[in-house]
DNA sequence: TGTATACTTATGCAACTGTATAATTATATT
DNA sequence: AATATAATTATACAGTTGCATAAGTATACA
């Protein structure tokens, strides 16, 4: 009968992890990788310090567990507004997506650096970061070989893969100086450069094939 | 007259800063940033810890110095390699410079990304980012703007600006890649997609007028 | 050659870190 | 309702960190 003794409830497994993982990239995202200390990121879940070590085997784990999940995610994301009646229009809408908030921000930024400090010393991030990275190009270089096969101009693996390299070099970069300095650029001018330069890179017509959210809409409600 | 006391020389102020400087950028290229101690840099520099609090402010300060040095040292280089007969060389050139070793490293990468999980928390660090973005920008800009005014196709300022948005994503994207997986790209791949995709972008032939460092006799002096 | 002084080292400390271990308690099962 | 068990908290500890302070010394200058 310790009257200051925490209060608990048992959640499950599962919940609880998840609440853990979710903590540790609230924390990064925040207030940046050297403060994502097993003290914070258990206050983050709403537990204990002690606990994290019941559940993943030490916090390096933990950090492993919260980046698969996050790159995870985002690929569904970006995945998942890759929609569109035709091939162009589907590439079009998977770059537009990821040059624009909230893909484009800098707690976005601050949580791929933060990883990015430990994918080369941590062989379980490096192998996390491999699959992600993959999985993310060959997603985009299936619609950009969609694209072209569409716009009667299929092309051999080699020059796809270098199209796919080079989009995502694209993509990356502008969503790196987005993040990094967002007062430089305006509303959709991120995606608008991105799907120029892809489009003339491919020379495909993508510009006026993105869906176009009204800047000026946008402009008036806030 | 204590024997075991360590000896030492007086260097003067300014190497003694830049031993430092050195030093830390040193430790983070290769043990990351989580490593970058003052004990850690210290050693390296050949130096008691207490003497680093002698010559900066604080740590934090020491690191803003070594961001700001890495960065200039950076800028210098690429933009002593972009030399050449032609506005266009002098593109090609640059371009290739940042797209090959020693630009494209793991340890290169390293540096980057640990000083860029400070640069959203500091200050100062947030300034030194700003500025040498803008340099590296602006000077990319105008290699543009030769480019096109010598091939009878000069821009206006905000084509010229977009241009160099999106050439600076192509480069660092592509860096990014090349730190990140050196594995995953042969020798001068990485430069040729570079050249490729920014020649195609400004629709200018940056892909022959490369100077080429020729891969087989790097390969066969390793 | 002496000496003042800035440079450099040595020592100590409070705060913080990850984690091991022990004690408690919520809850499923009976 | 009693009980077993796993979930959760509490405590402790050795190592590390940045930094303040004190002590020592190389060297420029008289």
Redesign the pocket.
């Known amino acids: ?2 009257p ?8 499950g ?1 599962d919940l ?1 992890r998840d609440a853990m993982i979710a903590g540790m990239l609230a924390v990064i995202a925040e207030e940046g990788i050297a403060a994502a ?4 990121v258990a206050a983050r879940a709403g ?5 994290i ?2 559940y993943f085997d ?3 784990a933990l950090l492993s567990a919260a980046f698969e999940r996050h790159m995870g995610d985002l690929t569904e994301a970006t995945r998942r507004m890759g929609q569109g009646d035709s091939a162009a229009a589907r590439l079009a809408a998977f770059i537009d997506a990821g040059l624009r908030a909230p893909v484009v921000s800098a707690e976005a930024v601050s949580l791929w650096a933060g990883f990015l400090t430990h994918v080369q010393r941590s062989a379980e991030m490096q192998s996390v970061h491999a699959r992600t990275y993959a999985e993310f190009r060959d997603h985009l270089q299936g619609l950009v070989a969609d694209a072209l096969r569409e716009a009667g101009r299929p092309a051999p693996d080699a020059a796809l893969r270098r199209h796919a390299i080079a989009c995502n070099a694209v993509i990356d970069g502008l969503w790196l100086e987005g993040g990094m300095l967002s007062d430089a650029f305006a509303g959709g001018e991120l995606a608008e450069i991105g799907l120029e330069t892809i489009g003339e890179m491919l020379n495909l017509p993508l510009r006026t094939a993105a869906p176009r959210y009204d800047e000026m809409t946008k402009e008036e409600t806030t």
Chains 1, 2 share one sequence.
């Open positions: 009968m310790s200051d003794r925490k209060s608990f409830r048992r959640i497994p609880r200390t097993t003290r914070a537990v204990t310090p002690g606990l070590r019941h030490s916090k390096d």
